[in-house]
């Protein structure tokens, strides 16, 4: 039995269970807390154990006994996280916190959501939805990811362009500290400026501040209706005009997303409609709120590019809007067939940079030797740019990293940053100096301190080790 | 049926460990634990892969699946992930043995078939004793208190005659097409009506359903349960029925399960469709709306994706279209009819709670929708369906759309006004 279960982990586990804990809720068994040593990245480091607190008293009683013993704490949500956020090392605890995953409140009057912070995005959005209320940040992984790990990472997804990221929706927060106090930041006013602004300072903090432990969220009215449209353009130029047209001539769209050419060949022959031949760059776009201004503003994307874009269709009922989105989900099973693996990076740029950015990842594509997909949100500069390889080939790995070393290099360039919405976590943090000068980053470190001076949250995020 | 070692390897390494699976796994959806969720178990899988020791948490993980095919459905990466869990239960069988509540079992639908029907026989003589009916529904609850059995419990009435029985007395009439009709265990034994209904309304439709008293159990229960031998043997003496009535060109089936089972075997004959009866209606949809006429169905209704039907075969868009049709806009979706109901072969026997806690939010989605009847196209379904609406003392009942469909057939046509 001693083979399956660490001395120490027992010890705990003995700990926890005086306190209450059921066996449920604590991983302590060798082979079983492998299941919590990863993420979406693929990287694996075992933790010496697993805990799922059900309340704030849990967690504070897990927070307490950790720093009793000078154990390390690696808050986790649904462990989706696309920078490694998540990843425990071997002397730390996870705190997993899917088991706190009650909506508490739903208040239409201040139209505010208060939950824990394991409720799963969907099922939030479809809990507000039954009262005709809306949270609109929509991050593709929203069906499982939690709103704890949205509010850490800043999750944003193609709705930001018009309603902003996870950050934009968070009034306030509970938090418990490393050592087990708790603190509170925030509240229901719209307006509220007493003091330093601790909300927007966890909002995107990557675990390494303070465990979330309850969350308000602004929540709006549902739009009455929406409507998707197609638009094919000659080059990234076309199209990152015709970006800037629409905001110009105050069409609003609540999405623009885009895909390269090397996204259009890719699944080009699986869309239920033609695209022509020409076509370099692809907009999906659609719009959102109450029926007659949709109608107007759908007039007006028609008026303004029925003679620039080489191609431009309108979803007229649910089905075609599906087959239209079809151009974007069918993507990544498609830029698989590419290569046996890819490298991705989510960064975020300026609008108007955005073709200056895509033209010289097209020649660093040609320099490596290694096609280069990209595609993304072109309604606020978020760019996916995969790098398509076979990992197993040491030549094509090693023109991988450079390629990497390159691309950052282009978008800082560019006046952009490392990540639109995954978040630095450890896959990033070497390449963190290059976009903050020291002074800056010694000013985040000193933050860091001020919360947990002994670096015993998530160490090893944001900040190399 | 079951992979080879190399094949399962090849099939882990497509998992990315996206975690998409997490978002409809009804065992972690209930339990949030990340060892019980597809992307857990794959991974320990993978872990332990070829190894002659089986630790206890690699065990309960590989135990904790309902096999009710959600995740695959949503796995981008499409990852055969209930083939590899059934080839994880082969090598916890082949190192440990059956657990010797489903070996026993499982003995029965191995040896000669003659002896559930028997069991089963005898079963309903004595069942009277220690089980009572219910007020609403078909199934029973016990009377007294009994080990590991709450009184809110279904188990099906086991009937005095079973559906061979009852078929060695009917003819068919002549000029009739022949097909196959693959039963199923729970019809053949449990619920031989839905068996007859099914019969009738192919007669209607111009059909003479053949019912080979050789054809056996699927096998879908002993494969999931990891006991590959049995599994073999059912399939190979299916597949033998199948080659000697080749000339047969379609097999229909009303069990979700069963045309889950029977679509998966390799070496059946080319020539030989097998289709789930909603499939099979919907080919002949003419003459059906035809035959039905005016009559509809005047009761609210709602309907629950079997897993095996939908994400098994990928079938939901006939049975829609069949409720439509008998009964128009009183047929109203729940919320998540997709989800698993929690039944899972034995796995609402053997984990209790967990399954109840599943079924709990089945219950609440159907009660939502005012409906007086929950149809559902597999007898296990229906049976966990059912315990559902003890459980929560709900207001309606769950039939077979088949049964609902061949009711309907039987009343007289409304007169035009
Ligand atoms: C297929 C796929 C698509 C994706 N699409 C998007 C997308 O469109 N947009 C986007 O922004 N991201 C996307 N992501 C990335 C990921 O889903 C998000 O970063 C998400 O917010 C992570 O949530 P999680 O619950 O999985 O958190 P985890 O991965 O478990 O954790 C993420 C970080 O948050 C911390 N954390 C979690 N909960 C708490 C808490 N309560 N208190 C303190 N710290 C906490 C962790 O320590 C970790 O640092 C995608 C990922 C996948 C796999
Ligand atoms: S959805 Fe598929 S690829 Fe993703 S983690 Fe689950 S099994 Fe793996
Ligand atoms: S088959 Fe069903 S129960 Fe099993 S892992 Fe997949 S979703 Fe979960």
Same mark, same amino acid.
């Given at each position: =039995?001693?083979?399956?279960?660490?001395?120490?982990?027992?010890?705990?586990?003995?700990?926890?269970?005086?306190?209450?804990?059921?066996?449920?809720?604590? %991983?302590?068994?060798?082979?079983?807390?492998?299941?919590?040593?990863?993420?979406?990245?693929?990287?694996?480091?075992?933790?010496?154990?697993?805990?799922?607190?059900?309340?704030?008293?849990?967690?504070?009683?897990?927070?307490?006994?950790?720093? $009793?013993?000078?154990?390390?704490?690696?808050?986790?949500?649904?462990?989706?996280? =696309?920078?490694?956020?998540?990843?425990?090392?071997?002397? /730390?605890?996870?705190?997993?916190?899917?088991? =706190?995953?009650?909506?508490?409140?739903?208040?239409?009057?201040?139209?505010?959501?208060? %939950?824990?912070?394991?409720?799963?995005?969907?099922?939030?959005?479809?809990?507000?939805?039954?009262?005709?209320?809306?949270?609109?940040?929509?991050?593709?992984?929203?069906?499982?990811?939690?709103?704890?790990?949205?509010?850490?990472?800043?999750?944003?997804?193609?709705?930001?362009?018009?309603?902003?990221?996870?950050?934009?929706?968070?009034?306030?927060?509970?938090?418990?500290?490393? &050592?087990?106090?708790?603190?509170?930041? /925030?509240?229901?006013?719209?307006?509220?400026?007493?003091?330093?602004?601790?909300?927007?300072?966890?909002?995107?903090? $990557?675990?390494?501040?303070?465990?979330?432990?309850?969350?308000?969220?602004?929540?709006?009215?549902?739009?009455?209706?929406?409507?998707?449209?197609?638009?094919?353009?000659?080059?990234?130029?076309?199209?990152?005009?015709?970006?800037?047209?629409?905001?110009?001539?105050?069409?609003?769209?609540?999405?623009?997303?885009?895909?390269?050419?090397?996204?259009?060949?890719?699944?080009?022959?699986?869309?239920?409609?033609?695209?022509?031949?020409?076509?370099?760059?692809?907009?999906?776009?659609?719009?959102?709120?109450? $029926?007659?201004?949709?109608? &107007?503003?759908?007039?007006?994307?028609?008026?303004?590019?029925?003679?620039?874009?080489?191609?431009?269709?309108?979803?007229?009922?649910?089905?075609?809007?599906?087959?239209?989105?079809?151009?974007?989900?069918?993507?990544?099973?498609?830029?698989?067939?590419?290569?046996?693996?890819?490298?991705?990076?989510?960064?975020?740029?300026?609008?108007?940079?955005?073709? $200056?950015?895509?033209?010289?990842?097209?020649?660093?594509?040609?320099?490596?030797?290694?096609?280069?997909?990209?595609?993304?949100?072109?309604?606020?500069?978020?760019?996916?740019?995969?790098?398509?390889?076979?990992?197993?080939?040491?030549?094509?790995?090693?023109?991988?990293?450079?390629?990497?070393?390159?691309?950052?290099?282009?978008?800082?360039?560019? /006046?952009?940053?490392?990540?639109?919405?995954?978040?630095?976590?450890?896959?990033?943090?070497?390449?963190?100096?290059?976009?903050?000068?020291?002074?800056?980053?010694?000013?985040?470190?000193?933050?860091?301190?001020?919360?947990?001076?002994?670096?015993?949250?998530?160490?090893?995020?944001?900040?190399?080790? | 049926?079951?992979?080879?070692?190399?094949?399962?390897?090849?099939?882990?390494?497509?998992?990315?460990?996206?975690?998409?699976?997490?978002?409809?796994?009804?065992?972690?959806?209930?339990?949030?634990?990340?060892?019980?969720?597809?992307?857990?178990?794959?991974?320990?899988?993978?872990?332990?892969?070829?190894?002659? *020791?089986?630790? +206890?948490?690699?065990?309960?993980?590989?135990?904790?699946?309902?096999?009710?095919?959600?995740?695959?459905?949503?796995?981008?990466?499409?990852?055969?992930?209930?083939?590899?869990?059934?080839?994880?239960?082969?090598?916890?069988?082949?190192?440990?043995?059956?657990?010797?509540?489903?070996?026993?079992?499982?003995?029965?639908?191995?040896?000669?078939?003659?002896?559930?029907?028997?069991?089963? !026989?005898?079963?309903?003589?004595?069942?009277?004793? @220690?089980?009572?009916?219910?007020?609403?529904?078909?199934?029973?609850?016990?009377?007294?208190?009994?080990?590991?059995?709450?009184?809110?419990?279904?188990?099906? +009435?086991?009937?005095?005659?079973?559906?061979?029985?009852?078929?060695?007395?009917?003819?068919?009439?002549?000029?009739?097409?022949?097909?196959?009709?693959?039963?199923? #265990?729970?019809?053949?034994?449990?619920?031989?009506?839905?068996?007859?209904?099914?019969?009738?309304?192919?007669?209607?439709?111009?059909?003479?359903?053949?019912?080979?008293?050789?054809?056996? #159990?699927?096998?879908?229960?002993?494969?999931?349960?990891?006991?590959?031998?049995?599994?073999? !043997?059912?399939?190979? +003496?299916?597949?033998?029925?199948?080659?000697?009535?080749?000339?047969? !060109?379609?097999?229909?089936?009303?069990?979700?399960?069963?045309?889950?089972?029977?679509?998966?075997?390799?070496?059946?004959?080319?020539?030989? *469709?097998?289709?789930?009866?909603?499939?099979?209606?919907?080919?002949?949809?003419?003459?059906?709306?035809?035959?039905?006429?005016?009559?509809?169905?005047?009761?609210?209704?709602?309907?629950?994706?079997?897993?095996?039907?939908?994400?098994?075969?990928?079938?939901?868009?006939?049975?829609?279209?069949?409720?439509?049709?008998?009964?128009? *806009?009183?047929?109203?979706?729940?919320?998540?009819?997709?989800?698993?109901?929690?039944?899972?072969?034995?796995?609402?026997?053997?984990?209790?709670?967990?399954?109840?806690?599943?079924?709990?939010?089945?219950?609440?989605?159907?009660?939502?929708?005012?409906?007086?009847?929950? +149809?559902?196209?597999?007898?296990?379904?229906?049976?966990?369906?059912?315990?559902?609406?003890?459980?929560?003392?709900?207001?309606?009942?769950? *039939?077979?759309?088949?049964?609902?469909?061949?009711? @309907?057939?039987?009343?007289?046509?409304?007169?035009?006004?």
């Amino acid at each position: =039995m001693d083979k399956l279960i660490d001395p120490l982990a027992r010890q705990l586990t003995a700990r926890l269970k005086d306190a209450g804990f059921r066996s449920e809720q604590i %991983v302590a068994d060798k082979v079983l807390r492998t299941c919590y040593g990863y993420d979406a990245t693929r990287q694996s480091s075992d933790p010496l154990l697993a805990l799922l607190p059900e309340n704030e008293l849990q967690v504070q009683t897990i927070l307490r006994l950790a720093t $009793e013993k000078n154990l390390k704490i690696f808050p986790r949500g649904a462990g989706s996280g =696309m920078s490694g956020g998540a990843i425990p090392s071997a002397d /730390g605890i996870i705190l997993s916190l899917t088991r =706190m995953r009650r909506i508490l409140e739903i208040d239409e009057d201040n139209m505010i959501a208060t %939950v824990e912070p394991g409720v799963v995005t969907g099922d939030l959005q479809e809990e507000v939805g039954k009262f005709g209320l809306f949270y609109p940040p929509d991050p593709a992984s929203l069906a499982f990811s939690t709103i704890g790990g949205n509010v850490t990472e800043n999750a944003g997804g193609p709705r930001a362009v018009k309603y902003g990221v996870t950050g934009n929706f968070v009034m306030g927060l509970e938090a418990y500290l490393i &050592n087990g106090e708790k603190i509170t930041c /925030g509240n229901k006013c719209i307006k509220s400026v007493s003091g330093y602004d601790l909300t927007s300072l966890l909002v995107g903090s $990557e675990g390494t501040l303070a465990v979330i432990t309850k969350i308000l969220l602004k929540l709006l009215p549902a739009p009455e209706t929406a409507k998707t449209s197609l638009l094919a353009f000659s080059s990234m130029t076309a199209a990152a005009h015709a970006v800037n047209a629409m905001f110009k001539y105050q069409i609003n769209p609540s999405t623009i997303e885009f895909l390269d050419h090397h996204s259009i060949n890719a699944v080009r022959s699986e869309l239920p409609f033609a695209l022509p031949e020409a076509a370099d760059t692809v907009l999906l776009v659609e719009i959102d709120g109450p $029926e007659a201004q949709v109608k &107007n503003q759908s007039k007006k994307l028609n008026e303004l590019f029925k003679n620039d874009a080489l191609l431009l269709i309108d979803a007229k009922d649910e089905s075609e809007r599906e087959q239209l989105w079809l151009a974007r989900r069918k993507l990544s099973p498609a830029i698989a067939n590419i290569a046996p693996h890819k490298i991705n990076e989510d960064i975020a740029v300026p609008l108007a940079a955005i073709p $200056e950015v895509i033209s010289n990842l097209e020649e660093l594509s040609r320099e490596i030797n290694l096609p280069i997909v990209c595609f993304g949100h072109a309604g606020d500069g978020n760019i996916h740019v995969n790098v398509m390889l076979d990992k197993n080939d040491p030549d094509q790995a090693e023109r991988g990293r450079k390629g990497i070393d390159k691309i950052f290099a282009i978008t800082l360039e560019a /006046g952009g940053t490392l990540s639109g919405e995954h978040g630095i976590g450890n896959t990033k943090s070497a390449y963190f100096d290059k976009e903050w000068d020291p002074v800056t980053i010694a000013t985040m470190r000193a933050v860091k301190k001020a919360f947990d001076p002994d670096n015993r949250l998530n160490p090893g995020k944001i900040f190399p080790l | 049926m079951t992979m080879t070692p190399f094949e399962i390897e090849e099939e882990l390494k497509k998992c990315v460990k996206c975690g998409a699976c997490m978002a409809v796994c009804p065992i972690y959806r209930q339990t949030g634990r990340e060892d019980m969720v597809a992307r857990g178990k794959l991974n320990l899988i993978e872990l332990i892969k070829g190894s002659k *020791e089986l630790p +206890a948490g690699w065990l309960e993980a590989v135990d904790y699946c309902l096999l009710c095919c959600s995740c695959e459905e949503n796995c981008s990466k499409g990852v055969k992930i209930t083939e590899i869990i059934a080839a994880a239960r082969v090598q916890q069988t082949e190192i440990m043995g059956l657990n010797p509540i489903k070996k026993g079992v499982f003995a029965l639908l191995k040896n000669r078939i003659i002896s559930i029907s028997r069991f089963v !026989k005898l079963g309903s003589f004595g069942q009277w004793l @220690l089980w009572q009916r219910l007020p609403r529904h078909s199934g029973l609850v016990r009377r007294l208190p009994l080990p590991g059995i709450d009184e809110k419990t279904v188990i099906p +009435a086991l009937p005095k005659r079973n559906l061979d029985d009852l078929l060695r007395k009917q003819r068919a009439a002549a000029g009739l097409q022949p097909i196959l009709f693959f039963p199923g #265990c729970a019809t053949r034994y449990l619920h031989p009506q839905m068996g007859l209904d099914l019969i009738f309304v192919l007669e209607k439709l111009g059909f003479n359903a053949i019912v080979p008293p050789e054809f056996k #159990c699927c096998g879908m229960v002993t494969w999931g349960a990891g006991d590959e031998s049995t599994s073999a !043997k059912l399939k190979q +003496a299916n597949l033998k029925v199948l080659h000697e009535n080749a000339g047969i !060109k379609q097999l229909v089936t009303g069990c979700a399960s069963c045309g889950h089972a029977l679509k998966d075997y390799d070496g059946r004959p080319q020539n030989c *469709e097998i289709l789930d009866i909603s499939e099979f209606l919907f080919q002949h949809r003419e003459k059906l709306e035809d035959l039905l006429g005016k009559r509809k169905l005047r009761q609210k209704i709602t309907y629950h994706d079997p897993c095996h039907l939908r994400k098994g075969q990928g079938v939901s868009k006939e049975p829609r279209w069949l409720l439509n049709l008998i009964a128009g *806009e009183n047929f109203i979706e729940m919320r998540h009819p997709e989800r698993c109901c929690g039944a899972g072969g034995t796995f609402g026997i053997t984990h209790k709670e967990l399954s109840r806690k599943i079924l709990k939010e089945k219950t609440l989605a159907a009660d939502a929708t005012g409906a007086g009847i929950v +149809a559902s196209g597999c007898p296990g379904c229906i049976l966990q369906l059912t315990e559902g609406a003890v459980v929560a003392e709900s207001d309606w009942q769950a *039939e077979h759309p088949i049964t609902l469909l061949a009711n @309907l057939l039987h009343q007289t046509e409304p007169e035009e006004r």
